[in-house]
């Protein structure tokens, strides 16, 4: 019944690795996002997918690379991670952003 | 450019006060507004949300929040707030021109005490 659900909820890793987040929605919404909360509790957005084509790419490092196989599932693939990519993010979906679901975060540590 | 201003980070308020927690939004276009809440270690919930028609919209605890656009605004308002309420809200405005996307205010932590 999750309507937003992203793996894994945590996720530790030494600087230099590669690590990826998955996520999926089963609301038939038409828009997909990651956000990064830092530690301040402040929420940026990265990425923007609506019917899988890339319609927000914010200023975000060349690491970062979201991937869309379908509507209704989009993927961060993080490389080279650094001490400063450490933080919470989260997946959410939109329907014609008139309602915004979201899922419920993953916590990186980048040690 | 569109962008939301929280005037207040941190929030005090007893036990079954009032409390208002302010938001607001600057946007050259018709906008929708949200309101979110995080408890601690925890994702983000919608709380209320206006799109359109009745400027006053409410959320099933409790909490109602207006939309005022002259003043483009949309504050949060809850007549008697409870320990269980303690929590990070977040205002947060999106718009159909910018790729629907929300973008939040920096938070206010509502600090419940007995």
């Known amino acids: 019944d999750t309507a937003v659900s992203q793996t894994p909820k945590y996720l530790v890793t030494q600087m230099g690795n590669d690590k990826s987040i998955k996520c999926e929605q089963n609301?038939?919404?038409?828009?997909m996002y990651w956000y990064k909360q830092d530690s301040k509790k402040f929420l940026k957005i990265m990425f923007s997918?609506?019917?899988?084509?890339?319609?927000i790419n914010e200023t975000v490092p060349n690491r970062f690379s979201p991937k869309s196989p379908d509507k209704a599932h989009l993927n961060l693939h993080i490389n080279s991670l650094e001490l400063g990519d450490s933080a919470v993010y989260f997946c959410?979906?939109?329907?014609?952003?008139?309602?915004?679901?979201f899922g419920s975060g993953t916590r990186l540590t980048v040690v | 450019a569109q962008s939301v201003t929280q005037l207040d980070s941190q929030v005090p308020v007893f036990e079954e006060a009032p409390v208002e927690l302010r938001c607001n939004y600057s946007?050259?276009?018709?906008?929708?507004l949200f309101w979110y809440v995080q408890y601690p270690n925890q994702g983000l919930q919608l709380l209320l949300k206006?799109?359109?028609?009745?400027?006053l919209v409410e959320s099933i605890n409790g909490f109602e929040a207006e939309f005022n656009k002259s003043q483009t605004s949309f504050h949060l308002r809850k007549p008697s707030v409870h320990i269980s309420d303690t929590a990070e809200y977040f205002c947060?405005?999106?718009?159909?021109?910018?790729?629907?996307?929300?973008?939040f205010g920096t938070g206010t932590q509502l600090k419940v005490e007995l």
């Open positions: 959410a979906s939109s329907l014609q952003g008139r309602g915004y679901t």
């Open positions: 609301l038939g919404h038409d828009t």
């Open positions: 997918y609506n019917n899988k084509e890339l319609i």
């Open positions: 946007s050259s276009v018709s906008v929708y």
């Open positions: 206006y799109l359109s028609g009745s400027t």
């Open positions: 947060a405005v999106s718009y159909t021109g910018g790729g629907n996307k929300l973008t």
